[in-house]
Nanobody
Framework: VQLVESGGGLVQAGGSLRLSCAASERSFSNYAIGWFRRAPGKGREFVASINWSGSTSAYAGSAEGRFTISRDNVKKTVYLQMNSLRPEDTAVYFC??????????????????WGQGTQVTVSS
């Protein structure tokens, strides 16, 4: 399965963006998907993940209450709605797929099939 992220851009602090992670194959619907980010000079950081059906999700503390992850398996796409953006949210955002089907979302899962990323820049 190949994943392609989109939806990044430049936004002012307090603004919103919706990121999309589009999959190449229908089998995508069997797998949990996670969003991670990498800020300049920092390591990869977990943001959110969602299980195969969309019924459960997990968030990093920094994303809780501001970001919402969702998925549309018919459209083969996972979304990350980001509200109340802060300058510290500036990063390249990546989505990845859990290679084990039907798992629960967790920041501990080792994901694969990473996309190329989409840049999010939040100005103060």
């Amino acid at each position: 399965v190949q994943l392609v992220e989109s939806g990044g851009g430049l936004v002012q602090a307090g603004g919103s963006l919706r990121l999309s992670c589009a999959a190449s194959e229908r089998s995508f619907s069997n797998y949990a998907i996670g969003w991670f980010r990498r800020a300049p000079g920092k390591g990869r950081e977990f943001v959110a993940s969602i299980n195969w059906s969309g019924s459960t999700s997990a968030y990093a503390g920094s994303a809780e209450g501001r970001f919402t992850i969702s998925r549309d398996n018919v459209k083969k796409t996972v979304y990350l709605q980001m509200n109340s953006l802060r300058p510290e949210d500036t990063a390249v955002y990546f989505c990845g797929l859990d290679p084990i089907p039907y798992t629960d979302p967790s920041p501990e899962r080792r994901l694969t099939s990473w996309g190329q990323g989409t840049q999010v820049t939040v100005s103060s």
